[in-house]
């Protein structure tokens, strides 16, 4: 276990250094310019140079992402178990989920600035539309694989169908659930990107914006490498939250820490 434990930290640290090599090497050998793509020393040196300002922004991302993403789980677990609990709102209401989730959620940018305005209600928005749908699957999957012959045995010991769901659906739904959470977090920081980068002033977006206008790619990149470290830590907290509740049924994968 400890092996494979060092491993899931060690192996991507050198997977990760030798793309950077690579990279480096690459844009130094082919004299690659900085406006098309920065060597990695490039957006190190600028990420360190304005750490401050891209701080700043990152901050409002992060708050914008975490805003949409709790109302991603709050509403996700809801329709979740509405839908995984009832075949008749499955039936009504899943294709219509599939539906919406194949609609570009940057479409639909232009419409939230049309009734909120320009600012951070479209951003947190967005990562609630874009994250939800993983969370509502997952709790519905979760609730729809209970097993007819278990259902029966507790119906025939007198147990109703709310507490069929409350007492043993939605405990076996749970490493359904946390799962969802690891997609759902990544998924809200996109959506809060993709907002702030067409409807806002402050964020990461709005700086990769403006960088970008500027020819700054190092500091565009500088501003993507934050998003995607404050996506990496997000993930690893709810991994270890998954572990930690639901160790039962999952196994010791995520960046290799042993339950």
Not at 98 to 103: K, Q
Not at 127 to 149: C, I, K, M, Q
Not at 195 to 217: C, D, K, P, Y
């Amino acid at each position: 276990m400890t092996r494979f434990k060092y491993q899931g930290a060690i192996l991507p640290t050198i997977t990760l250094t030798a793309a950077l090599i690579v990279w480096e090497v690459g844009c130094t050998i082919f004299d690659v310019p900085q406006f098309v793509l920065p060597r990695p020393t490039s957006i190190v040196h600028e990420l360190l140079e304005n750490f401050g300002p891209i701080w700043t922004h990152a901050q409002h991302t992060l708050l914008t992402t975490i805003g949409g993403f709790a109302l991603a789980v709050v509403f996700g677990v809801f329709l979740g178990v509405a839908v995984g609990s009832s075949r008749v709102v499955y039936q009504a209401i899943y294709p219509l989920l599939i539906g919406f989730n194949s609609v570009p959620k940057v479409a639909l940018v232009p419409v939230m600035v049309v009734w909120f305005g320009i600012g951070t209600v479209p951003a947190v928005l967005i990562a609630f539309l874009l994250s939800f749908f993983p969370v509502a699957v997952n709790v519905a999957t979760g609730l729809a694989t209970l097993e007819p012959e278990l259902e029966d045995v507790l119906r025939s010991l007198g147990a109703s169908h709310k507490d069929i769901i409350l007492k043993v659906g939605l405990p076996r739904s749970m490493p359904y659930f946390f799962a969802s959470l690891k997609v759902a977090i990544t998924l809200a920081f996109v959506g809060s990107v993709i907002a702030e980068t067409l409807a806002s002033n402050i964020g990461i977006g709005a700086l990769v914006e403006q960088a970008s206008a500027n020819f700054r790619m190092p500091l565009v990149f500088a501003g993507l490498v934050m998003v995607a470290v404050m996506g990496i830590l997000m993930y690893a907290i709810f991994a270890a939250i998954e572990r930690r509740m639901t160790g039962w049924a999952t196994r010791s994968t995520d960046f290799g820490i042993g339950g």
